[in-house]
């Protein structure tokens, strides 16, 4: 059976690599970002004659929008969702010599502001089908220094919440989440940003919406909501009452300008179509996808509805009889965008870490570990195995048809050849 197709198939059947035909004929055209509504609410913001976040009103008017979009009491905006994530540790008191447990596959983004603090990233492996921090080892991964979790729902797929919130719980530690990839994604019912004490957000230019560079924290917690404002602000309170400014602990100028919160609040509008159709492509993929034979797709964690920043799935190389790599290159043969390994190597790999390199001088409290023996085999096997397919909300059914006929070709062809 499909010896003949196996032995001389026909050239419509190759894959673009063996002198096929490329699978894509249309455009990959990514969906226009900003339009009218970004600059009327511009207009507005430099019509107002300050662009100081606690004098005009597109900052506070974005952070309403966001409280009430999410059920919460407070929003607090910052500079980037890097400076949102350190005002939220800022905000949780973790202090230097203290532990952070981390994924290791995020972005600096999330690590940044650990080191900075002075305090210590701890790296938790992940599941092997969803990518996202497995409970079992954070849980192992506790020491008496342990004061946080930051839970990452990459690719925009949330972390099993239940268990992280349990063990968070048991251990009294402080759940933050980081949304950056995640805007819209749900799990059993909650929105993600809402079921840690914390949940930050990045709008930067490559996330589901953005204002160029921006950030926004969402909390219940009145306390924690006051000491973000602080941490976003050089811990100086604007009050009208507060006269006199004396710092209690140490923040930078993390605010939000009201050009940035002018264009969030036009693209917030957005955010739920925007989810919606990225989501829509990309299910519509693994369900073309599900009879492949060389590759694993993406599963969400259970009772989650992921928002689709990116799709990653992975290489079975004893299936394909190549590497992952020689894979990806047939896919890019057909007009894919897909590339593989996703960040290259987990975070502990990376100089800053290994050589314990973030100040030229001087000890930074995480020298007392050794990164070069930290391992994390989860991980390491799926960015060795993985290939991120770009998504975008622009994508349509004539990309979606030709994706699904481009991976399956590939597929067919190396599943044939390695027999
Ligand atoms: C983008 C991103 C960040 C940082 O956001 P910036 O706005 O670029 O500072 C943090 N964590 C994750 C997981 C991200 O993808």
């Not at 009430?68 to 969702?81: D, F, L, Q, R, V």
């Not at 909300?393 to 590939?410: D, M």
Request: proline content about 5%.
């Amino acid at each position: 059976m499909g010896e003949e197709k196996h032995m001389c198939p026909k050239d419509s059947e190759k894959p673009a690599i063996a002198g096929g035909p490329k699978a894509c004929r249309v455009p990959w055209e990514k969906a226009k970002r900003y339009g009218e509504e970004e600059l009327s609410q511009l207009k507005e913001a430099l019509g107002q004659g300050t662009l100081f976040y606690s004098q005009g009103k597109k900052v506070s008017a974005l952070e309403s929008a966001m409280a009430k979009k999410y059920g919460m009491n407070y929003a607090i905006a910052a500079s980037s969702g890097t400076t949102a994530i350190h005002s939220a540790i800022i905000a949780a008191g973790i202090s230097p010599g203290e532990e952070v447990l981390v994924p290791p596959v995020t972005d600096m983004g999330t690590l940044v502001p650990i080191l900075w603090q002075g305090a210590v990233p701890v790296f938790v492996d992940l599941e092997p089908d969803t990518y996202e921090m497995s409970p079992e080892a954070a849980e192992a991964a506790i020491t008496p220094k342990t004061k946080a979790v930051i839970a990452v729902h990459l690719w925009g797929n949330p972390c099993d919440m239940d268990a992280l919130e349990a063990l968070c719980k048991k251990h009294d530690l402080m759940l933050i989440e980081d949304c950056a990839q995640a805007w819209g994604a749900v799990y059993k019912g909650r929105p993600v940003g809402t079921m840690g004490a914390m949940g930050c957000f990045s709008l930067n230019e490559f996330k589901h919406i953005s204002c160029g560079d921006g950030g926004l924290t969402v909390t219940q917690d009145e306390q924690l909501a006051r000491r973000l404002r602080l941490a976003t602000d050089k811990c100086y309170s604007r009050e009208a009452n507060v006269a006199i400014r004396q710092p209690r602990f140490l923040a930078n100028n993390y605010r939000m300008t009201e050009l940035q919160g002018a264009v969030s609040l036009a693209q917030f509008e957005k955010l739920d179509s925007i989810v919606a159709r990225r989501g829509a492509w990309c299910e519509k993929l693994s369900e073309g996808l599900a009879g492949a034979k060389c590759i694993t797709l993406p599963r969400h964690t259970k009772g989650a509805e992921p928002s689709w920043w990116f799709y990653m799935f992975r290489v079975n190389e004893e299936v394909a009889g190549v590497s992952t790599d020689e894979f990806a290159e047939a896919l890019q043969a057909e007009g894919l965008p897909v590339a593989p390994h996703y960040i290259g190597e987990p975070m502990y790999r990376y100089p800053v870490f290994k050589d314990h390199s973030a100040y030229d001088r001087g000890e930074h409290p995480f020298s007392r570990m050794d990164y070069s023996k930290a391992s994390c085999p989860v991980a390491e096997k799926i960015l060795k195995t993985c290939i991120q397919f770009a998504a975008n909300e622009g994508w349509s059914e004539e990309n979606l048809r030709e994706a699904v006929e481009g991976i399956l070709k590939v597929d067919r062809w190396f599943a044939e050849k390695a027999g």
